[in-house]
């Protein structure tokens, strides 16, 4: 669980023990869900809150998101089968219990009955097979691909069982369906879901706006009766830190998310307003990626890791709003993160390594947009320092529109937004495996990574799983295509009149327990 304060070390917590804590053969009893926190006063319903992003949902497809303004309204118009609570542990969502049989190879999912779409059907068995099943069409290339797991079949046991068949054990699957992808939607509608999103939700789509933003209201049918308070949600999207804070201050908004660290230190001490800096596993990774040249090479990729002094950098970008990181994908604290050294500034030897690369007088483009701060701060730092080993790095400052479909994944070089993971198969072996979506270079770290990666993820046991961990890292660590040189707590503020609200720690938002004050 991320803590609020500024000092930039998160704490150990549970969320590493996550497959550890499933037992493999028998069923899970249904807990109830989890609130935010304890009320302190009586909710009062109605109102309609006034989120805002530094950028617009960029797509209303669950399935399809990638922003995080569009995930967190991917979470408001749908439901996974599971969640996870404020101690990062498993609760029951749109399944009321489930069960592991076959070593974990198998997991069966007892669905919540009486629970309406939008467009007034019910949810059954046949919704969520065939969303998995839209979700692992290679065809479609969603970004949903693998997020209901290592799947090899979804199969309908009646109209309120599902039994999930892996292609390999996965001890995590409860937290992993908690994800933000992992989105249940009717087997009617799948085909609309780019312009016709209907879901489970708290809130329906009343309007959606491309690159200017979305209006949702009451879910009228909601499954949980008391749910939400809200009469609706309308997310904004304003850039500019001076606007943001501007907007809050003169009531424009309610909410403002995903903070820069400029803006939130100004508010923490405007009148009526509060603003919170949480301790999460969010990252900035500079990419190089592995499948294009100059980064084919593993030396070329080891050489750019020490060209930059970490410290000074989370300190010009965040202004202190973070903690060092170590070029691996799990935070300060995390259960699985092994003793590796950390990583500095080595500058002798990042030469070094170019020269046995055969590299010289090497021209780059590095690719970041201002609509996702502090990447334009890391992408000048980069360049800055590389000039000092003869690397000449020119500056991309472009809209993320244009990065999201001209950069991502087809560039050498750019730097890329990526929000905390729950669990190893997401963290590691989603992002790592060369055949995995989310391993953009589509390489492998080294030879032998992937059948470690495959071996992690089978693995039940949990100090075993520990210890295949620390291998992958101390690979992933020395030839990744990821640089993360810190990472960065999740900054936000909100009027005091919005009550029940706690910042998210995992990226996206919910706000059914959110209510409005007079």
Avoid at 95 to 122: C, D, I, M, P
Avoid at 320 to 336: Q, R, W
Avoid at 392 to 409: E, G, L, M, Q, S
Wanted: glycine fraction near 6%.
């Amino acid at each position: 669980m991320g803590a609020d304060n500024s000092n930039g070390v998160p704490p150990v917590t549970r969320r590493g023990l996550l497959g550890g804590a499933m037992a493999l053969g028998g069923a899970m009893a249904a807990a109830p869900i989890m609130r935010a926190h304890a009320q302190t006063a009586t909710p009062r319903k109605g109102g309609t809150l006034r989120v805002n992003y530094p950028g617009a949902p960029d797509s209303i497809d669950p399935h399809l998101t990638l922003s995080l303004s569009g995930q967190t309204l991917a979470g408001l118009l749908f439901e996974g089968l599971t969640d996870v609570d404020r101690q990062d542990l498993p609760v029951p969502r749109l399944a009321t219990s489930w069960r592991a049989e076959n070593g974990a190879r198998e997991w069966v999912f007892e669905l919540r009955q009486g629970v309406k779409f939008h467009h007034g059907t019910e949810m059954t068995s046949r919704d969520v097979v065939a969303t998995i099943e839209r979700s692992e069409d290679r065809s479609l290339s969603l970004r949903s691909r693998g997020a209901f797991g290592p799947v090899k079949e979804a199969k309908a046991e009646g109209p309120h069982r599902v039994r999930i068949v892996l292609n390999q054990p996965c001890s995590e699957m409860p937290a992993l369906l908690a994800n933000r992808w992992a989105k249940i939607a009717p087997h009617d509608r799948l085909a609309a879901l780019p312009t016709q999103p209907v879901g489970t939700g708290p809130f329906r789509l009343k309007e959606f706006q491309p690159g200017v933003g979305a209006t949702l209201e009451r879910h009228q049918n909601y499954w949980m009766p008391d749910r939400p308070y809200l009469d609706g949600i309308r997310i904004t999207a304003i850039a500019e830190p001076i606007a943001q804070q501007s907007a809050l201050r003169s009531n424009a908004v309610d909410i403002l998310e995903m903070l820069a660290s400029e803006a939130i230190l100004p508010l923490r001490r405007a009148p009526n307003v509060k603003a919170h800096s949480v301790t999460v596993g969010q990252y900035y990774a500079i990419f190089t990626q592995a499948n294009q040249a100059p980064f084919t090479n593993p030396k070329v990729r080891e050489a750019f890791k020490y060209i930059l002094n970490r410290r000074p950098l989370l300190m010009t970008s965040l202004l202190g709003e973070g903690s060092i990181a170590n070029d691996v994908t799990l935070p300060p604290g995390n259960a699985y993160l092994p003793p590796i050294p950390q990583r500095d500034q080595d500058l002798p030897r990042a030469r070094r390594l170019l020269a046995e690369a055969g590299v010289s007088n090497l021209s780059l483009e590095c690719f970041c947009s201002s609509q996702r701060q502090p990447s334009p701060k890391m992408a000048l730092a980069l360049k800055e320092e590389a000039a000092k080993i003869g690397v000449n790095i020119t500056v991309r400052d472009i809209p993320y529109t244009d990065y999201v479909a001209t950069v991502a994944r087809k560039k050498p070089l750019y730097i890329s937004q990526w929000n905390d993971r729950l669990t190893l198969y997401e963290s590691l072996y989603q992002i790592f495996h060369s055949k995995q979506p989310f391993n953009y270079g589509g390489t492998e770290v080294e030879p032998g990574t992937d059948a470690l990666l495959e071996n992690l993820i089978a693995e039940v046991d949990f100090e075993k799983r520990k210890a295949l961990a620390a291998q992958a890292m101390e690979r992933i660590h020395r030839s990744s295509e990821r640089i993360i040189p810190f990472f960065m707590n999740y900054m936000c503020a909100q009027s005091n009149r919005v009550q029940n609200y706690n910042p998210p720690l995992h990226g996206a938002s919910d706000y059914r327990d959110v209510w409005l004050s007079a």
